[in-house]
C-alpha cells in the first residue's frame, strides 16, 4: 500500500513509525491510515505493553491542517512482575516465650 510501517523494538519501548507522501496531484487518489495499532505488535510483547505517545492527527497523504503524513506511536514495555517473596511464620512457642 502506500504507507510505510517501520517497527523499532528498543531495550523498554517499541516505536511503531507510519509515513506517506503528500498528494502531488488533485486527481490522485486520498488515503488514510485506519489499521489497528495494536495488531502491528509483535506476539511476544502482546498484553505487555502500554501506549505512551500517540499523533495528535490522522495519518494521510491529504495535504490539510488535520492531516499529517508521518505519525509515531510509542508503547512501553511492562516488565513482569515477580510474586512478594512471604514472610516467614513464627511458631506459637516463639510467641508464647517472648511474651513471658
Not at 496531484?25 to 500517540?54: A, C
Amino acid at each position: 500500500m502506500i504507507f510505510t510501517k517501520k517497527i523499532n523494538i528498543l531495550e523498554k519501548k517499541i516505536v511503531i513509525t507510519i509515513a506517506c507522501n503528500h498528494q502531488t496531484y488533485h486527481s490522485e487518489e486520498r488515503f488514510v491510515f485506519k489499521e489497528d495499532i495494536s495488531e502491528m505488535i509483535p506476539e511476544q510483547y502482546k498484553g505487555k505493553v502500554k501506549l505512551t505517545k500517540w499523533p495528535e492527527k490522522k495519518i494521510s497523504n491529504i495535504n490539510r491542517n488535520k492531516y499529517t503524513n508521518t505519525g509515531t506511536w510509542e508503547f512501553e514495555i511492562i516488565p513482569d512482575k515477580k510474586p512478594a517473596p512471604r514472610k516467614p511464620r513464627r511458631t506459637t512457642s516463639k510467641i508464647k516465650s517472648a511474651k513471658e
